[in-house]
């Protein structure tokens, strides 16, 4: 079942168009990883389905529904929650209560809680009551990907979690990925590092200039297909 | 026995007399001021009209009272909700297009509610001076050693300090208050928590005129009040905000008290300093603590 869409999806900064038409699918208990380098148009993307940038009605759809026109907050409470990049955690929240405020939107119960959220990242437990900014960056970013998980979400969306991260740092918070996917959430991984991106993800697509150049399985798509769509060598001539 | 007591012990009992009246009229300046700090540690918000809203609900607690001749207190409890009514209706259909990069629209529109207030209420009530009557409670007061204290300045304090651990509360314990800070740190990654900053700000406002309400009972039974006096009170909210440092609730007290000590050491001097020895006070903290006692906000 296809559980969210996007349909020729185009967003614009005043004058300057960062999605021309773009088309992902992303079925129920999928993990999905949109590739591409820095302004290729990823985190406007995650932008647009998030509900930050407002697009036409029709130009997303989740369950069927069109969702393009909500804000943020009305795509949370539907069940699409994103980590943003740079992780934006709450500076005048401590840890606990950034994590207590993802559950802002949504009254109601699900598999994760701050019990399962503490279990899921043991360190956060001990951090609790220190003030979210005061931790380290891996540490911050399992907090908003926490705090992304205390809604409940169908999609969790995942823009950049591993950039400014140690390698190390950036494996521990990728083991937390079965677990997330067992709780039931599909997951779009937005990412810069290939490696993780087909590592963690079944299919991947490949943005370049606000287009989508390449989609596939993880398994299929081979190195160089990647690199070209990634970079644009022989797609098409740059000007 | 009275008049063989020494004269340095008389004096010194003035002293202590003094300053307990300027301690409990602190009182009545944080609850002037508490309304305006919350505006502005959530919404960056400063609003030119907070006095001239405190005389609108002094003045809506009298219609209330002589209207169905309440007591003033049940008058109050009436008005608190209706105020919280009027801020969250102002906030979200008025105020909230004024909130950007730009901070002089707030001040603008702000500045032109004021007038608006003052003019209405001039238009409603004449220019009259008033007071809401309290009966044999205005002059009722507690024999303390050597001191008397007037029941209504020691409640308004109390109610001060009520108001204050209250706020407190709220803000640092209660979910509401959680996304209150959220949304002041952040307000596009507020929406992505579900949270509409919109209705944030103008909960936040309508709590505001909760507070207003508290602090428009006392200032309305303890003195004659005009149309004309918001700005005034607009004033000493002020001082008291950043006397106490900016963000802070206890702040706002410790700027009420040093404000209303040194008006009622003015007043014991000459009673034609007692505004005037405020400002000089106001202007010598602001001289050597430029960010106030307790500076809490980061910009």
Known sequence: MTLLQTHALTARYGDFQALF??????????????????????????????????????????????????????????????????????????????????????????????????????????????????????????????????????????????????????????????????????????????????????????????????????????????????????????? | MRSTRPISGRASMNIIDTLVQGILLGGLYALFAAGLSIVFGIMRLVNLAHGDLIIFAAFAILTITSMFGLNPFLSALIAAPLMFAAGWLLQYFLLNRTLGKDILPPLLVTFGLSIIIQNGLLEGFAADSRRVPLGSLEAATIPLGAVNIGVMPLLTFLSAIVVIVGLNTLIYRAPIGRAFRATSDDPVTAGLMGIRPQRIFATATGLAMVVVTVAALYLGTRANFDPSAGPSRLIYAFEAVIIGGLGSLWGTLVGGVVLGVAQTIGATINPEWQILAGHIAFLAVLAFKPRGFFPRAVD
């Open chain 1, 21 to 239: 038409g773009i088309d992902i699918t992303l079925e129920a208990g999928e993990t999905v990883a949109v590739i591409g380098a820095n302004g290729a148009g990823k985190t406007t993307l995650m932008r647009a389905i998030s509900g930050v940038l407002a697009s036409a009605p029709e130009q997303i759809l989740f369950e069927g529904q069109p969702i393009g026109a909500l804000a943020s907050p009305d795509i949370v409470m539907r069940g699409i929650a994103m980590v943003p990049e740079g992780r934006k955690l709450f500076p005048s929240l401590t840890v606990e209560e950034n994590l207590l405020i993802g559950a802002y939107g949504t009254k109601g119960s699900g598999a994760w809680n701050l019990a399962r959220i503490y279990d899921l990242f043991p360190i956060l437990k001990e951090r609790r009551h220190s003030p979210g900014t005061a931790l380290s960056g891996g540490q911050q970013q399992m907090v908003a990907i926490g705090r992304a998980l205390m809604s409940n979400p169908k999609v969790l969306l995942c823009d950049e979690i591993s950039l400014g991260l140690a390698p190390v740092v950036i494996k521990d918070i990728y083991a937390a990925f079965p677990q997330i996917k067992a709780s039931g959430a599909s997951i779009v991984i937005v990412e810069q590092d290939i490696g993780h991106a087909l590592k963690v993800a079944d299919r991947i697509y490949c943005m370049m200039e606000g287009r989508i150049t390449l989609s596939g399985r993880s398994s299929e798509v081979s190195r160089d297909a990647i690199h070209s769509a990634y970079f644009g060598a022989g797609v098409h001539e740059h000007h």
